[in-house]
């Protein structure tokens, strides 16, 4: 766990008060107590963060811990959401069950996407060649009618400096990497995390 922490002062069903030290942001990703409950920091007034927790908040009590993680509250986005169930942030309700059993348990995580499956994927651009946000440089068949484009995220534009040859790969491998006019070096895969508060440009 983080050594940064807030901790828990008053309790409104799953509205929590917490004592902080000015280390929480708004829309941050916040992991409530030992068991790591999601919530997201709603609100800031000096040394106090509102936060909404997405999951039971029977049982806690004033005094535990609220650990921040730096991170926006996100989604990943890319193959394999099509066909799935998810609640509210996201968590496959399948692979929970599978973990759980019926009965959902709190503070349950599970990987959005299935990162051990592989997709068929075929490349349309060419290494070397310039490309910005939106540039398409891949697709896989998601289902038998939806083919899933693969394309430079938000914010990246420069030279596509390599481009993995059409294969098999998996949400999180390495599938093309671009550079920069700066000489900075960013690594494309086809899973991409995007913050829920922030429209996607298109």
């Known amino acids: 766990m983080p050594e940064k922490y807030g901790e828990i002062y ?18 941050e990703t916040v992991l409530v ?62 692979a929970i069950e599978a973990a759980s059993g019926t009965f959902i348990s709190r503070g ?3 990987d959005s996407l299935d990162g051990g499956r592989k997709w068929p994927v075929r490349f349309t651009a060419k290494a070397g060649a310039q490309v ?5 440089i891949a697709e896989t068949p998601e289902t038998s009618f ?10 990246i534009s420069g030279r596509l400096e390599w481009l993995a040859p059409d294969g098999e790969y998996t949400v999180n491998e390495p599938v093309a990497i671009v550079r920069d006019t700066a000489g900075m070096e960013t690594t494309i895969t086809m899973a991409q995390k995007w913050p829920i508060r922030a429209p996607r440009p298109v």
């Open 10 to 27: 008053g309790i409104n069903g799953p509205v929590l008060t917490v004592k902080t030290k000015n280390n929480f942001h708004m829309s």
């Open 33 to 94: 107590t030992e068991e790591r409950l999601i919530g997201e920091v709603i609100n800031i007034r000096q040394n106090e963060a509102v936060v909404q927790v997405f999951e039971d908040t029977s049982g806690l009590r004033a005094g535990e811990k609220v650990y921040p993680t730096g991170a926006r509250l996100s989604v990943t986005l890319g193959p394999g959401i099509i066909g799935n169930i998810f609640d509210g942030i996201q968590r496959p309700l399948k």
């Open 108 to 110: 349950v995580h599970v």
């Open 132 to 136: 910005k946000a939106g540039c398409q």
């Open 146 to 155: 939806i083919v899933n484009k693969i394309m430079i995220p938000p914010d």
